[in-house]
């Protein structure tokens, strides 16, 4: 990924936990900042960089604090167990003061969990280049997009052709030494040393010690925000899963379409609207099919072990043709609750600025990462309960007649577009639309049927156990045989 011009000359900033990533053994502290800025500069920022190192100080020998100090690296004190969320507070009270274009570098090994989720989000809204050090990785790294990241120790080492010099380039703001614990500050180290050791910083360490729960400001937030101008006019597109999501009982299909766009509108958002539903289109009725049609909306025919991969490409499909801004709005329990369904829109959302809504049939139990501007209940999005008088009063507009079908059907197992409804049953019912259905099916039906023989032979090593009726053993030889169907394909 390369920045663009802004951004590779704004200024950087580093938030460094030096109990993750410490100084190696006998390395010079003064080479800290000349090695961070050389790996930005081989990757084209040279802005200004500004290092705050973070840890238990009372800890870090003196030559180190003068080296870093030197070199112009703020030292900041926090207690051990509150490094991260103390470090967390500052980046993001920094960011309210420090506007994008702007590059953010974490040297930490806890870039994950609560921090992963809330940056994620902050991220949404407002983005800069973020870059990663650690000398351990973390495991949910899927879903934040980082720039670059180093490993801490290959950062430091030296290269070929011998040591980055001493003395760097850019102009040096004067070191600061910080305590967080007791919000002092000052530029001398023995003043520092001094404070550290005395009665009032242990006291207050001792009375009132920094949070250590990191603090998830985008908690916070409000679910429902007035369109920008921005998005207000750009396209929508909308990814509707109707399992998750189905048309309720005695509703009119045709008025799923005016629905949406009329709680879109009622928020301030005017642009057009392109609906796509997912199903395994056979189980739809056609009464569903012709009224949805008839709306403009279309359909995409998937299979239950693929649909959510499918409306996953779908939308990647969408953004290569529709630049940002425009908003994606997402109808699915799964995809609105799941972070790893999420996770590739999570990731197009911290790198454009699209804005995304969504609409479930249950609130989801934990927020979500996704970073909404609107979230609706499916069925208050539909008026159902409007509905249900409606239909009592057999009061039918006019402008709800059927009319002709205008709808695209997409059936993404063939990859095979068709414009009208007939066609499209036509294609479902044929020889090699049935075969791809029955190939897709065995395929995870049999990859289902080897994950449950994994666990079997797992649980029969644990405990130590041997089959005893012939067929277990052949299931067991089965799964020896055979390899694990890889179940994401
Ligand atoms: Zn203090
Ligand atoms: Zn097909």
Same mark, same amino acid.
């Given at each position: 990924m390369s920045g663009n011009d802004a951004a590779e000359t704004a200024k950087i900033e580093v938030w460094w936990d030096m109990n993750d990533c410490p100084i190696p053994e006998g390395y010079d502290a003064r080479r800290v900042r000349p090695s961070i800025e050389r790996a930005f500069r081989k990757l084209g920022y040279?802005?200004?960089?500004?290092?705050?190192?973070?840890? $238990?100080q009372k800890k870090t020998p003196c030559h180190v604090l003068r080296g870093l100090s030197s070199t112009g690296v703020a030292v900041a004190h926090t207690n051990s167990d509150s490094t991260r969320s103390v470090m967390y507070r500052d980046m993001v009270g920094w960011? $309210?003061?420090?506007? %994008? %274009?702007?590059?953010?570098?974490?040297?930490s090994n806890q870039v994950e969990g609560d921090l992963t989720w809330d940056l994620a989000r902050l991220q949404q809204r407002t983005r800069y280049h973020l870059f990663l050090a650690y000398s351990i990785k973390s495991s949910d790294d899927l879903l934040l997009v980082c720039y670059a990241n180093w490993r801490w120790e290959q950062l430091l080492e030296e290269e070929e052709g011998g040591t980055p010099p001493l003395v760097t380039c850019g102009l040096l703001s004067a070191a600061m030494f910080y305590c967080k614990s007791c919000n002092f500050d000052c530029q001398s180290m023995e003043k520092f040393r001094k404070h550290l050791s005395s009665y009032k910083h242990g006291l207050e360490e001792a009375i009132n010690p920094p949070d250590t729960q990191l603090l998830c400001v985008t908690k916070a937030w409000a679910r429902t925000y007035p369109a920008t101008p921005q998005h207000a006019t750009a396209k929508i597109h909308v990814l509707w899963d109707m399992n998750d999501c189905p048309i309720p009982e005695g509703y009119d299909a045709r008025r799923v379409r005016p629905s949406i766009e009329r709680a879109v509108k009622e928020i301030g958002y005017t642009g057009p609207v392109s609906i796509t539903a997912f199903a395994d289109q056979k189980e739809t009725p056609d009464h569903h099919l012709l009224a949805l049609s008839s709306t403009r909306v279309d359909f995409a025919h998937t299979l239950f072990w693929v649909k959510y991969s499918r409306m996953i490409t779908e939308f990647e499909e969408w953004t290569e043709d529709n630049p940002a801004p425009a908003t994606i709005m997402i109808i699915s329990d799964e995809v609105a609750?799941?972070? +790893? =369904? /999420? /996770? =590739?829109?999570?990731r197009k959302l911290q790198e /454009?600025? +699209?804005?995304?809504? =969504?609409? +479930? /049939?249950?609130?989801p139990f934990e927020m979500p990462i996704l970073l909404t501007s609107a979230e609706w209940l499916w069925d208050s999005l539909l008026s159902v309960s409007e509905t249900k008088r409606h239909l009592l009063h057999k009061c039918c507009s006019g402008s709800e007649s059927v009319v002709e079908s205008s709808g695209m059907f997409y059936c993404l197992l063939c990859i095979c577009d068709c414009e009208s409804l007939d066609d499209f049953k036509k294609h479902l019912?044929?020889?090699?639309?049935?075969?791809? $259905?029955?190939?897709m099916n065995s395929h995870f039906q049999s990859a289902h049927r080897q994950r449950r023989l994994y666990k079997i032979s797992n649980y029969h090593d644990e405990a130590r156990y041997s089959p005893k009726t012939k067929r277990m053993r052949e299931d067991n030889n089965d799964f020896l045989n055979t390899k694990v169907v890889n179940l994401y394909t």
């Open positions: 040279t802005g200004r960089v500004s290092i705050t190192a973070y840890g $238990d960011r $309210d003061q420090n506007p %994008p %274009p702007a590059t953010m570098m974490i040297i609750s799941s972070q +790893y =369904l /999420s /996770s =590739l829109i999570c /454009s600025n +699209y804005n995304c809504f =969504l609409a +479930y /049939s249950v609130r019912s044929s020889k090699e639309h049935i075969h791809e $259905d029955n190939i």
